[in-house]
């Protein structure tokens, strides 16, 4: 196998890991043990545990932010908020080791707003675009892209971390509706004066 493919099994091997059980139990050892060779091999490749963690981080992102813009482009600006929210849910709730380990373990290269999120390709890049569509065609008042879009994502990601840290006493259907009433909200409150967009009562 080239160095090239034995580094991408060694990622892949420590993403399973960090996938069922989180970061805190991917080790050098163990991932070469799951690998089928030597710690001391992962290091030709991955000069460190962190460097490992990242490789995986990036490749996770990718994957997630391709599955993401795979979503049609359909529906009025709430109702692809709404979409991109399930999708959001689908993923923290449905691997919460990989949502906590991208999401909210701390990283020496972690993206930083706002200097990072300007270019951003994954899910905060779609709904900055979808913001400034909002924005364009007056449904919602005119403001900083980025800042209304870190409000935005910053609820739903707040209502997970309670969720996930069982602060929440809802079955997972119910917590669902709770995100997305928080979020329509909150799209509403960012009408600026604007008739309620959302449907909502």
Known sequence: MSDQGTAARIAAVAQRIVVE?????????RVGEAAGITAMAIYRHYPNREALLRAV???????????????????G??????????????????SPHL???????????AKRFPDDFHADE?????L????????????????????????VTSAAQ??????????VA????DFRELCHRTVRRIVDGLAGGIAPISGMS
């Open 21 to 29: 059980e989180g970061a805190d139990a991917v080790s050098m050892r």
């Open 57 to 75: 981080a990036d490749t996770c992102a990718r994957e997630l932010a391709g599955r993401w813009q795979q979503r049609p482009v359909t529906g």
């Open 77 to 94: 600006l709430v109702e692809r908020i709404d979409a991109m929210l399930d999708d959001f849910l689908d993923f923290a709730l449905g």
């Open 99 to 109: 949502y906590t380990f991208l999401m909210l373990d701390p990283w020496a290269r």
């Open 122 to 126: 994954g899910p905060f890049g779609a």
């Open 128 to 151: 900055v675009k979808l913001v400034e569509e909002g924005m364009h065609v007056g449904l919602l008042r005119e403001d900083d892209p980025l800042e209304v879009t870190l409000t």
């Open 158 to 167: 707040g209502l997970v971390q309670h969720y996930l840290g069982g602060r």
């Open 170 to 173: 809802m079955k997972e259907s």
